[in-house]
């Protein structure tokens, strides 16, 4: 079983349209989650970052972050054409399960292609 | 600041032949990364370092090596390439570590496209 479940997709939707992209996990060691935006052919861009449990929101963009139930999901508001890009989450625990000091290790879901149709 | 670059963008190899794949980063990260990314397993950390001159290995280490002379550039070495070596390859930089306070968090370069034949 993989450590971050991921629904690869495609994901198409209308113009103006809510979509919601989700991220489970297994390892409740987990406490920062992420959104990286990936547009096709380019390097993953931060999106969203949350610690622990809760919303938080940015312009279109609201992450929420459910650690009783190990899930972790992204909400697009008002959805634009722009936003056509694969979506990845990522997550990492407190501490460094590498072994080198303050080395941070990042568990990525496989990610999510949206597509928003004009 | 130009961020996280590579070099080169696109490359294809031969099975056997070596190369070296460059990342640099203007922003005075302690921190460096390099990932590999193939459909269906997302991206995975093949090496890392934690400042000038230190270098670990990650989840997928073998058949690569790395280096970190200086602290703003992390090279990636293929010594014998092979097709299952044929992937995606994106260099990462963060400030810190593991604060907490976001500074841990990791950008991205463009990748560079590695083709062996």
């Known amino acids: 079983q993989k450590e971050v479940e991921q629904d690869p997709g495609p994901l198409s939707v209308p113009e103006g349209a809510i979509v919601s992209l989700n991220c489970t996990y297994s390892?409740?060691?987990?406490?920062?989650f992420m959104w990286y935006r990936q547009y096709s052919r380019k390097g993953p861009e931060l999106l969203m970052y949350?610690?622990?449990?809760g919303n938080k929101e940015d312009g279109r963009f609201t992450a929420q972050v459910d650690k009783s139930s190990k899930y972790i999901s992204l909400f697009i508001r008002d959805s634009q054409p722009s936003d056509s890009a694969t979506y990845l989450c990522?997550?990492?625990?407190?501490?460094?399960?590498?072994?080198?000091?303050?080395?941070?290790?990042?568990?990525f879901g496989q990610g999510t292609r949206l597509t928003i149709n004009p | 600041n130009a961020g996280v670059t590579q070099t080169p963008k696109f490359r294809v190899l031969k099975t056997g032949q070596s190369m070296t794949l460059l990342c640099a980063q203007d922003?005075?990260?302690?921190?460096m990364y390099w990932y590999r990314q193939d459909p269906g397993m997302g991206l995975r950390l093949i090496h890392y370092?934690?400042?000038?001159?230190?270098?670990a290995k990650g989840e997928v280490p073998d058949g690569y090596n790395v280096s970190r002379l200086k602290k703003q550039n992390f090279l990636l070495g293929l010594e014998s390439a092979a097709p299952s070596q044929t992937s995606v390859y994106f260099c990462?930089?963060?400030?810190?570590?593991?604060?907490?306070?976001?500074?841990?968090?990791?950008?991205f370069g463009p990748g560079t496209r590695l083709l062996v034949l």
């Open positions: 390892n409740s060691a987990f406490q920062y």
């Open positions: 990462a930089s963060s400030y810190t570590g593991t604060s907490g306070n976001g500074n841990e968090t990791q950008y």
């Open positions: 922003m005075n990260h302690e921190y």
């Open positions: 990522a997550m990492s625990a407190i501490r460094n399960p590498l072994g080198a000091q303050g080395a941070q290790k990042l568990v």
């Open positions: 949350t610690y622990s449990s």
């Open positions: 370092s934690v400042g000038e001159g230190t270098t």
